[in-house]
């Protein structure tokens, strides 16, 4: 008995194999194929939706975007690679019926569509909200730090290039007094430098110091505490206990499937007022009346959470138990409680602060060290029984705003409150970590995506639309199945 052998190579065939028999009815691409046909690419954003009337012609933006859902299912992300598929992969040759775009056609339709690219996803979302693959009642929130296009040798903040140049400085002053003892040598020795290449030497260096000191004064200009050269939108941040140049995504993940409501990418170094903004665009894109949102306690500031339940969330932060005043034009005035555990809260349209006891903290002064606005009452805390600052007179409510954003004017008036308590549900808050950590494992591990390709805010954005877009695709395939998702979007 012989072993199975393939036909020959040089053999013909009278009748040639029919690609579409090397993909099965449960193949995924079929999916893919289905979906990206449905979508109308003009009223989604894509630039050139339309074939051009003269001149060569173009690759269909779908045929791209199918490549790329499929490249970022299967851990393939580099337009090269993708470009590599299209001539041998017989899945992504009947996915795009065998045209084979360029690695740089490939890479331009993501850095060229990265608004579209978001929309993509949003419309998944809300397609998957009609498959009722979304509960709408509790989301998690939190965010991930994604290494950037950046080197730590080029990032740079106040400390670093002052260090920079004073080091730069003290190697010119070397060099100079090497080059006055060399001009008073009568014969220069073989192993020292000449003055010539000394002076040579000594310009180079006050070049780079001249170009340190401009990136110091940028900063100053700009008010920036980081500048990155690379990609100027990447900053500094704490990723898996050590400092590397990342961008940090945040995600809001729907807790019955697991699958990405929203997200976005920021340059934010930390977690801080991401709840209600991240809370409130799930929302949008969910097209729910109100939820429940739970976070870490990386989000517990009190402005955030209160924006959050003033907006219809129900915001659960762990470890933010406190009781806060908030402003209630429509109720008379509330008895107010003092509180050890009470917050300040800073009301930005008045330009005031509220302290726990329900008194009116006004702006003081600028703390431009820091970048915070200062806002106090030292008559009304002065005789406090409600001590919420240890060894200070009078409560301090420091505001992160810049300098130009801060006024002395503010606004008193009719200014009616009431007292709440927050306080998080243990079992929401046991929850989170099952919900949000599971798409960001996914992405980082599965798909291969814990790195970023791209530079800048808008592109970076572009290129997590697809890592999601694929994430929640696999969601749904495995929860549906294939026949199930071609035949609703072909109806």
């Known amino acids: 008995m012989e072993f199975i052998s393939g036909a020959e190579r040089e053999q013909l065939l009278f009748l040639p194999d029919c690609v579409d028999d090397y993909v099965g009815d449960e193949n995924v691409v079929r999916v893919i194929d289905a979906y990206a046909n449905s979508l109308d690419m003009r009223a989604l954003g894509f630039s050139r939706p339309e074939p051009h009337d003269t001149g060569r012609p173009m690759y269909d933006p779908r045929d791209l975007l199918k490549l790329y859902i499929y490249g970022y299912m299967n851990r393939v992300r580099s337009s090269r690679r993708l470009e590599a ?3 041998r992969n017989l899945e992504v040759i009947w996915l795009l019926g065998k045209p084979s775009p360029d690695h740089k056609t490939i890479a331009n339709f993501r850095r060229d569509n990265a608004v579209a690219l978001k929309n993509v996803f949003r419309n998944f979302v809300r397609l998957c909200v009609k498959l009722g ?4 009642e509790l989301v998690a929130i939190d965010g991930s730090k994604f290494k950037a296009v950046n080197s730590k040798d080029r990032n740079f903040n106040e400390k670093k290039l002052q260090e920079r140049i ?3 400085e003290s190697r010119i002053e070397e060099y100079l007094r090497e080059m006055d003892s060399s ?9 020292k430098k000449s003055a010539e290449e000394i002076a040579g030497i000594v310009a180079e260096l006050a070049a780079r110091k001249e170009r340190y000191q401009s990136y110091a004064q940028e900063l100053a200009q700009t008010g920036e505490a980081q500048k990155s050269l690379t990609d100027p939108d990447s900053r500094l ?8 140049i990342c961008y940090n995504v945040q995600t809001a993940v729907d807790s019955a499937y697991n699958l990405v409501a929203e997200f976005e990418v920021t ?7 991401q709840l209600t903004p991240m809370a409130v665009r799930a929302k949008e894109t969910l097209q729910a009346e109100g939820f429940s949102a739970v976070a870490d306690a990386g989000y517990d500031i009190a402005q955030d959470i209160v924006a959050g339940i003033l907006q219809g969330i129900d915001v659960h932060v762990a470890g933010a138990e406190f009781d806060v005043c908030i402003p209630a034009q429509e109720l008379p005035d509330a008895e107010i409680h003092a509180h050890k555990n009470g917050r300040c809260l800073y009301i930005a349209d008045r330009n005031i602060a509220l302290c726990p006891m329900g008194r009116v903290l006004y702006p003081g002064y600028y703390k431009k060290t820091k970048g915070l606005g200062m806002f106090y009452n030292a008559p009304a805390c002065s005789n406090c029984t409600c001590r919420c600052t240890k060894g200070v007179r009078y409560r301090r409510h420091e505001v992160a705003m810049p300098e130009s954003a801060f006024t002395k004017t503010y606004n008193d008036e009719n200014l009616r409150i009431k007292q709440i308590h927050i306080a998080p549900d243990p079992k929401r808050v046991r929850q989170r970590k099952c919900i949000v950590e599971h798409p960001f494992g996914t992405v980082k591990r599965s798909m291969d995506a814990g790195y970023c390709l791209t530079k800048g805010l808008q592109s970076v954005s572009g290129e997590f639309s697809l890592a999601f877009l694929a994430y929640n695709f696999k969601r749904a395939v495995n929860i549906l199945g294939t026949k199930k998702l071609v035949e609703y979007m072909a109806a």
């Open 85 to 87: 598929e299209t001539k």
């Open 133 to 136: 693959l979304y509960g709408r």
């Open 166 to 168: 004073q080091r730069l």
């Open 183 to 191: 001009d008073t040598e009568e014969a220069v020795a073989a192993d």
């Open 237 to 244: 941040m704490m990723a898996n206990g050590k400092m590397d």
């Open 267 to 273: 340059n934010s170094t930390f977690d801080y007022n």
